[in-house]
């Protein structure tokens, strides 16, 4: 059964900074891309960033870009969402998911082509 564990999310104020991880076997994060999306309350799930496994390139949300990197460490089965700069508007239970059709991010973010996803993370920023 696949499994992805998702931790590290909590209270921050704005400005601040929190990393994501993403805990997944091996056979996962080497065979499919990784995204991570968000949810607030009462909006639709949206996604934040992708990491391929076939080359470790990244695609990001416009609404992050520069402000949140997305990274893989091989050793520890784990990928990471740094977040930097944060923002009220990054308030959210953050979700990591494997896409198993795909090893290379495709450029978009659709939630329905991720079949296996965590248990969330909740991220709240603010003063």
């Known amino acids: 059964q696949v499994q992805l564990v998702e931790s590290g999310g909590g209270l921050v104020q704005p400005g601040g900074s929190l990393r994501l991880s993403c805990a997944a076997s091996?056979?996962?994060?080497?065979?499919?891309?990784i995204g991570w999306f968000r949810q607030a309350p009462g909006k639709e799930r949206e996604g934040v960033s992708c990491?391929?496994?076939?080359?470790?390139?990244?695609d990001y949300a416009d609404s992050v870009k520069g402000r949140f990197t997305v990274s893989r460490d091989n050793a520890k089965n784990t990928v990471y969402l740094q977040m930097n700069s944060l923002k009220p508007d990054d308030t959210a239970v953050y979700y990591c998911?494997?896409?198993?059709?795909?090893?290379?991010?495709?450029?978009?973010?659709?939630?329905?082509?991720?079949?296996?996803w965590g248990q969330g993370t909740q991220v709240a920023v603010s003063s």
């Open positions: 998911a494997a896409n198993k059709m795909r090893r290379r991010c495709p450029g978009w973010f659709a939630p329905h082509e991720y079949n296996y």
């Open positions: 091996r056979d996962i994060l080497d065979g499919y891309a």
């Open positions: 990491i391929s496994s076939s080359d470790g390139s990244a």
